[in-house]
């Protein structure tokens, strides 16, 4: 049976009362209930139980179940993401955006992000509460794998904490060498990321060093570069994370 502090990968598809799928891990789903996006990583999910990559409510009814489990699992909003709280609301001068926001569209003010409710005249009403704050969310979620290897634990923090997906990891002891993509230092998430990794693998696996190492091949640099460069121009032209307000 699956406990705390073991290695899973599962995969989902999450779904409001009404039936309206809101996230999945299978692409062709996505395409089909319109919510697909060519810039998210699809496949299977990997998560350490009892360390909040997955929510309370699935991690809670994942804990005791054998891996090949298939099941559906109602996860309340207290388990999820939170009450819904009438006070996480503020009003805002247009002024202070850059870009004239619209209803609907998520915002930046300061450290919070927040949601456009409603603009009145010259005032912007931001709910800070999550979109899915006060809703039931059913989970229907199948166990593919417990992993018992270190070295496919270590590749699965990366992928939980940078999305990246390491080439190859080697242990020599308690000291693993894990070689990552020519371009992973160009990747703003990379580089926070990698150090949450750090720190759970030294929590969950029995290491003392950690080494993170780039290997580059002829002609590698410049693909990478270009790459890099696409990835920044994408995110800047994205309306929903441009519009920000002054600080």
């Keep these: ?14 779904k409001l009362e009404d039936g309206k799928v809101i996230d999945t891990t299978d692409p062709e789903i996505a395409k089909k209930e319109g919510i697909f996006n060519e810039n998210a990583r699809y496949g299977d999910i990997y998560a350490v139980l009892g360390e909040g990559h997955i929510l309370k409510g699935l991690e809670e009814d994942i804990i005791g ?11 309340p909003p207290e388990k999820g993401f939170g009450n819904y709280d009438a006070s996480k609301k503020d009003s805002f001068s247009i002024t202070r955006f850059r870009e004239r926001p619209q209803v609907g569209q998520r915002v930046r003010v300061g450290d919070k992000v927040g949601t456009v409710e409603r603009i009145v005249g010259r005032r912007v009403i931001v709910d800070f509460n999550h979109p899915l704050a006060g809703k039931n969310i059913t989970f229907e979620y199948e166990i593919k794998e417990k992993l018992e290897k270190v070295e496919d634990k270590l590749k699965a923090l990366f992928v939980i904490h940078t999305g990246v997906d390491v080439k190859k990891v080697v242990l020599e002891n308690d000291k693993a060498i894990v070689e990552v993509p020519t371009d992973a230092y160009l990747n703003q998430i990379f580089l926070i990321g990698r150090y949450r990794v750090i720190k759970d693998a030294f ?20 693909k990478a570069v270009e790459e890099a460069k696409k990835e920044v121009t994408e995110q800047s032209s994205s309306p929903a994370e441009n519009t920000q307000a002054k600080s």
């Excluded at 049976?1 to 999450?14: E, G, K, N, Q």
């Design 65 to 75: 179940k054998e891996v090949g489990y298939k099941g559906v699992v109602v996860v």
């Design 1 to 14: 049976m699956l406990a705390l502090d073991d290695f899973v990968r599962i995969s989902y598809t999450a």
């Design 203 to 222: 929590k969950h696996l029995n290491l003392k060093e950690i080494n993170i190492v780039e290997r580059f091949e002829k002609g590698e640099v410049a």
